[in-house]
């Protein structure tokens, strides 16, 4: 059974960082692109950093771009997303997704499997 868990949210003041972790289990990791979304009540949801199969290709939505970093180990098969100088607005629920082509992309359509969600909330 394919799952994704995601870890290491919680709350952070501004100009803080946070490492967010997703543990993949039940699937064929390594042909797999990978991606970050979030969201926020009353928005749609938002992709912020994906990560293709080889992990050579990485987008970011204009928002996080310089703050925000996306990696891989496909030994662990984990995915993680680097957070720096984070603002309020980076608040919100975040999953990580899945999907079965190698490249990466930040349309959520393209996604086939999604975490359960963490929270980050960045306030003081």
């Known amino acids: 059974q394919l799952k994704l868990v995601e870890s290491g949210g919680g709350l952070v003041q501004p100009g803080g960082s946070l490492r967010l972790s997703c543990a993949a289990s039940?699937?064929?990791?390594?042909?797999?692109?990978l991606a970050w979304f979030r969201q926020v009540p009353g928005k749609e949801r938002e992709g912020v950093s994906s990560?293709?199969?080889?992990?050579?290709?990485?987008l970011y939505v204009d928002s996080v771009k310089g703050r925000f970093t996306i990696s891989r180990d496909d030994a662990a098969r984990m995915v993680f997303l680097q957070m720096n100088s984070l603002k309020p607005e980076d608040t919100g629920v975040y999953y990580c997704?899945?999907?079965?082509?190698?490249?990466?992309?930040?349309?959520?359509?393209?996604?086939?499997?999604w975490g359960q969600g963490i929270q980050v909330t960045v306030s003081s």
């Open positions: 997704a899945a999907r079965q082509y190698r490249a990466a992309t930040l349309n959520e359509e393209m996604y086939d499997y």
């Open positions: 039940g699937f064929y990791w390594d042909y797999w692109g």
């Open positions: 990560i293709s199969s080889s992990g050579d290709t990485t």
